[in-house]
């Protein structure tokens, strides 16, 4: 039976790279990867359609699906909108929704991109981390928030960051089990020594090392860690981290593989349910021009194929033609160099198909 995918493009660069990487997937339906695809509109594309970022329509889709494979949202168009409107909202509103509270950012060095980095390449040739990110709770979730006239008649901004036990322990947990399969070395990163919220979070995060006697838990400030993932971000194997924190640390991360467009992402409930998006943004600058680079969103399908799907051989085969035509020269402009072949959107598409069909020959 097929398995049904709730295509949510979105805004800016979304629309060209899920097109794309529906493309690269349906080139293996021959071979018996049964896919039905079917698009809904999301973030600011759904406002203006329906004057909702997450219309009923495109919840529905979502409910029906198996997984969401999901483009990027927002535009400077849509900035001075009232925030519930704003294209933000369709995928915060996705992630509460499903409680997709397990984030998953992979950032791994390709060998022939270790020279894109704008670190030396000995810092990050074979670098390969993992940030997990707790996606549903923190200061983004928390209430009071708000902007109102203080005592003294000044305007006043505030957020609650809010983490209860069972929202750091259910994170811990997918952190230990992420790391046993792995390097089995777990950072937890907070700011203990300023913040209540992130007392508890080290706390529990200890708690639940008892269980894992085999995993190696450290524990580390995010100022100092934000330092760290510049100055040696070979130390680390996994960290585990709130939402705020997670949000600013994968940012960083993804500079260190070279291009931001090369970092997929999975977003999971504890029912392997997970909506499927590279971490870079609409990027409205380029969009529209045939010049993004697919490959974030083509990882974030493969990591779909073997989190949601149960297609872990499809899976290996799709980062393997991703690791085929960069050693093969293809480069997007986001990741140029001399010599190499320059490719548009759609091209960089075709050149992961043909790879993945020279593989399957073999
Ligand atoms: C991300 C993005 C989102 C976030 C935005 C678009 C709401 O930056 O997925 O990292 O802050 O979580
Ligand atoms: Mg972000």
């Not at 493009?9 to 493309?23: A, K, L, S």
């Not at 997709?100 to 990050?124: D, Y």
């Not at 290996?316 to 093969?328: N, T």
Request: aromatic letters at 6%; charged letters at 25%; one cysteine or more.
């Amino acid at each position: 039976m097929s398995k049904k995918i709730a295509v949510l493009p979105g805004d800016g660069i979304g629309p060209e790279i899920t097109e794309q990487c529906v493309r690269v997937l349906e080139s293996l339906r021959p071979e018996g990867l049964a896919l039905d695809f079917e698009i809904a509109a999301v973030g600011g594309a759904a406002y203006d359609e329906a004057k909702d970022p997450l219309p009923q329509a495109t919840l529905s889709l979502c409910e029906a699906a198996d997984a969401i494979l999901f483009g990027s949202v927002g535009g400077p168009q849509y900035d001075s909108l009232p925030r519930p409107m704003r294209p933000e909202q369709g995928l915060l509103r996705l992630r509460k929704h499903f409680d997709l509270f397990a984030n998953l950012r992979p950032a791994t060095v390709f060998p022939e991109l270790a020279h894109a980095s704008t670190l030396k390449p000995e810092i990050v040739a074979g670098l390969d981390l993992l940030i997990l990110r707790e996606l549903t709770s923190d200061i983004y979730f928390g209430q009071p928030r708000g902007i109102h006239r203080n005592a003294q008649g000044l305007r006043e901004g505030f957020d609650t960051m809010r983490y209860n036990e069972a929202e750091i322990s259910r994170i811990a947990h997918v952190g230990f089990q992420t790391a046993l399969k792995r390097k089995r070395r777990l950072c937890s990163v907070d700011k203990a020594n300023v913040l209540e919220t992130t007392q508890l979070w080290r706390d529990v995060v200890s708690e639940i090392a008892r269980d894992y006697p085999d995993v190696e838990l450290s524990h580390m400030y995010v100022d100092n860690a934000a330092m760290q993932l510049v100055r040696q971000p070979k130390q680390f194997d996994v960290i585990v981290t709130g939402n705020m924190f997670g949000d600013i640390l994968s940012d960083e991360a993804s500079m260190l593989t070279g291009s931001i467009g090369m970092l997929p992402s999975a977003s999971l409930n504890d029912k392997q349910f997970g909506l499927y998006e590279p971490i870079h943004g609409s990027a409205p600058d380029i969009a529209g021009k045939g010049l993004a680079n697919p490959l974030a969103s083509i990882l974030s399908a493969a990591m779909m194929l073997r989190y949601s799907l149960d297609e872990a051989a499809f899976a290996d085969r799709l980062e393997a033609a991703v690791r085929k035509v960069l050693a093969g020269g293809c480069r997007t402009a986001d990741i140029e160099e001399p010599g190499c072949k320059r490719l548009g959107t759609a091209a960089m598409a075709e050149a992961v198909i043909a790879a993945l069909h020279e593989a399957s020959s073999r």
